[in-house]
């Protein structure tokens, strides 16, 4: 069970659009429209940002938003604020062994 | 508001048993709206998902892990627990219990995390 590929680092100014890439297999991104994103600030628990691909829980502002396409899955964060400034994981069910995968986490810095 | 807090020791010696407890409220943890899981992140690094167990006691492992893993509930007292056997330092890490939800496999609510360090 491998983790899901995700890019270690992007930047942005703020104001600015920054996505985020996810990628993984047809068992587990590919294979299931259960994705999700969290975003977590140090020393704090993660918290969901987004859920089933590109769905928002109540409270998380319009300017996150998630898509997919084939086995990458996207989250793209629009009009930056310096307050995004985070670390970044996505994470999908994977059929193997009815388990989820978490990918290696991605580290935003607004500029 | 679903809440959910960790408990246990934060020491552990080498090749002894991790113990944590979650309690959880603002739910029945009998629901079967939830899946009532474990995450763990290493000092530095990035989430690695442990385990759930359903309400019915059915669990799922990683697989990485799964021959020194379990997962159970006590109903109650509203709380699940993690065992993990045969520690070594490569189990040091923050533990998070969280739900996810059984509709689409995404995890709503988190505990804030409790660190285990693993030293003789």
């Not at chain 1, 999700?36 to 996150?64: C, E, N, T």
């Not at chain 2, 059915?58 to 509930?73: A, D, Q």
């Not at chain 2, 109903?75 to 996810?100: E, G, I, P, R």
């Amino acid at each position: 069970q491998s983790a899901l590929t995700q890019p270690r680092s992007v930047s942005g100014s703020p104001g600015q659009s920054v996505t985020i890439s996810c990628t993984g297999t047809s068992s587990d991104v590919g294979g299931y429209n259960y994705v999700s994103w969290y975003q977590q600030h140090p020393g704090k628990a993660p918290k969901l940002m987004i859920y089933d691909v590109s769905k928002r829980p109540s409270g998380v502002p319009d300017r996150f938003s998630g898509s997919k396409s084939g086995n990458t899955a996207s989250l793209t964060i629009s009009g930056l604020l310096a307050e995004d400034e985070a670390d970044y994981y996505c994470c999908s069910f994977a059929a193997t062994y009815t388990s989820v995968v978490f990918g290696g986490g991605t580290k935003l810095t607004v500029l | 508001q679903v809440q959910l807090q960790e408990s246990g020791p934060g020491l552990v010696k080498p090749s002894q048993t991790l113990s944590l407890t979650c309690t959880v409220s603002g739910v029945s943890i009998s629901s079967g709206d939830y899946y009532w899981s474990w995450i763990r992140q290493p000092p530095g690094k990035g989430l690695e998902w442990t385990g759930y167990i359903y309400y019915s006691g059915s669990t799922f492992y990683n697989p990485s892990l799964k021959s020194r893993v379990t997962i159970s509930l006590d109903t109650s007292k509203n709380q699940f627990s993690l065992k993990l056997s045969s520690v070594t330092a490569a189990d040091a890490a923050v533990y998070y219990c969280a739900s996810m939800n059984s509709g689409g496999h995404y995890f709503d609510y988190w505990g804030q995390g409790t660190l285990v360090t693993v030293s003789s």
